[in-house]
Each structure stands twice: as C-alpha cells, then as structure tokens.
C-alpha cells in the first residue's frame, strides 16, 4: 500500500523510553477490543508523578509485542502492521497523552481495513475518555476503598468523618 502524503509518525510522536512504557501501564487506564489492548495515560498526571516535562504536544505511541505471539518474523510484522494503522488514522494533536498498542494473536490473520478500523475506534474511545477526564480534574487525594464504601451507606453520617 503506498504512503499517504501527509500522513507521517515521526519519532517525536512516539513512545520510545522503557520508563515511559512503564508509567503507562502502571498508572494508565486500558481499552479493550478485540485484536488488541490500549493502554493510555494523560500527560499532566504522569508529569504531577515526578517524571521529566514533555514538551510534545498531542498522542506519543508506543508498541509492545511479546513473544507469545510468535517469533520475531511475526512480532515485526505485527508491529509494522500497527505502525502503518496509527499512522494512517492517527488523531490530530488534542490531548496530550501516552499510548501504549499491545496486540493479539488475531492481529495477523485479520485483514488491515480491520485493523484501521479497531486502531481508529481505540483513538476515539481513548480521545473521549481522556477528554471527560481533563473536563473533570479528580481530587489530588483519592478516597480509600473503605471511605469509597461507606460513603454509599443508607446511615446518615456513616461515611463522613468529624
């Protein structure tokens, strides 16, 4: 398939360091479909948790294919098969955020009209919930499951501390 004219995935635009693919699967939320597993982190957050300013605005992605999946002739190709998703139907510069691609097995068989479409419903999906999110800013302090608990409670007063 010959490239689109404008359609590039330059490095700045991707997720390259190991610490970076951490923080995004430890602190970050998922999205499931069936081929593949996103994982996403806003920006903010991940600069609030100490780590070093990023100056790129908009998505940075990532890949991660494991070896389950299959020796490295079919892992490079699930990757280039990503690669060329994402960039065909990457979304423009909105929120900043941290993208993490983690393919199934069922990512070689299936054809690429659906792959561009699974990788374009993640970036949607992850556009909305990214974009609820950074409307509603969460308390810096989280409740614990036990006040989360309580608070739920039919008792007047039972989840509330004096």
């Avoid at 360091?17 to 081929?35: Q, T």
């Avoid at 996103?38 to 948790?49: I, V």
């Avoid at 605005?57 to 690669?83: D, Y």
């Amino acid at each position: 398939m010959p490239r689109a004219g404008k359609a590039v995935f330059p490095r700045s635009a991707r997720l390259l360091r190991h610490a970076d693919f951490e923080r995004v699967y430890k602190l970050g939320r998922r999205h499931f479909s069936a081929s593949l597993t996103a994982f996403y982190l806003l920006r903010q957050e991940a600069q609030a948790s100490g780590a070093k300013a990023v100056a790129t605005p908009g998505l940075r992605i990532g890949f991660t294919v494991g070896r389950a999946l299959g020796g490295a002739v079919q892992r490079n190709r699930l990757k280039r098969r990503l690669r060329e998703a994402v960039r065909l139907c990457r979304p423009p510069a909105g929120a900043s955020a941290d993208v993490v691609i983690n393919p199934k097995k069922s990512l070689l068989t299936i054809d690429f009209a659906e792959v561009l479409n699974e990788v374009t419903r993640a970036f949607v999906v992850i556009e909305q919930k990214l974009a609820g999110k950074a409307g509603n800013q969460p308390p810096l302090v989280s409740e614990s499951r036990s006040e989360k608990r309580n608070s739920g409670s039919r008792k007047p007063g039972a989840g509330t501390v004096c």
